[in-house]
C-alpha cells in the first residue's frame, strides 16, 4: 500500500513520531490517520513501559503560583540533563503543576491516576508516558508540596 506524503507530515506534526514509525503505523491502519495514530499511541506506551525501571538522575524542579494564594513545587525526573532542557520536558513540568494547583492530589500515586484537566480522555500517567514515549528517557514524578495561603 503506497501512503499518502501528507498523511505522514500531519501525524509527525501532531504526535512528534519518526517517518518510519509513522509510516508503519499507516501501512499497518490501511492509510487510516485516526488509526493510524492510536497504532503509534499504543507502541509509544509500550515503549514507554519498558523504560520505567531504568534510574533517573536530572530533571528539573518547577514553581508555580496562582495569584498568589495557591503555589506548586514539583520535582520531575529524567534520565540526562539533555531531555530535562527541552521544551516537551519543561512543557511537561508546567502541565503537572498545574495540574496539582487545581486538583490537590495528596500523594504522586493519585495524582497519576487523576484525569488530565485539559483533556479528561488522559490520565496524567498516560500524558507522562506520552512524553516518555516522545522523549525516549525515563521520567518519573519525583515529589510535589502544594501550599495554599493560610492553612
Not at 496524567?124 to 522523549?135: C, G, R, Y
Request: aromatic content about 4%; overall charge negative; glycine content about 6%.
Amino acid at each position: 500500500m503506497s501512503v499518502n506524503i501528507e498523511d505522514i507530515k500531519k501525524i509527525r506534526e501532531e504526535t512528534g513520531a519518526g517517518i518510519a514509525d509513522v509510516r508503519s503505523a499507516l501501512e499497518e491502519a490501511d492509510g487510516d490517520v485516526a488509526q493510524a495514530k492510536e497504532v503509534l499511541k499504543k507502541k509509544g506506551l509500550d515503549k514507554a513501559n519498558s523504560k520505567s525501571d531504568r534510574e533517573v538522575k536530572n530533571g528539573v524542579v518547577e514553581v508555580y503560583s496562582h495569584n498568589g494564594k495557591v503555589g506548586v513545587l514539583l520535582e520531575l525526573l529524567c534520565e540526562t540533563d539533555f531531555v530535562a532542557k527541552t521544551d516537551d520536558f519543561k512543557n511537561l513540568a508546567h502541565e503537572l503543576v498545574l495540574q496539582v494547583a487545581s486538583m490537590n492530589p495528596s500523594t504522586v500515586e493519585e495524582l497519576l491516576t487523576q484525569e488530565y484537566i485539559r483533556d479528561s480522555s488522559l490520565t496524567i500517567d498516560i500524558l507522562v508516558k506520552s512524553v516518555v514515549a516522545k522523549l525516549g528517557e525515563n521520567i518519573q514524578i519525583g515529589r510535589f508540596e502544594r501550599i495554599v495561603l493560610g492553612q
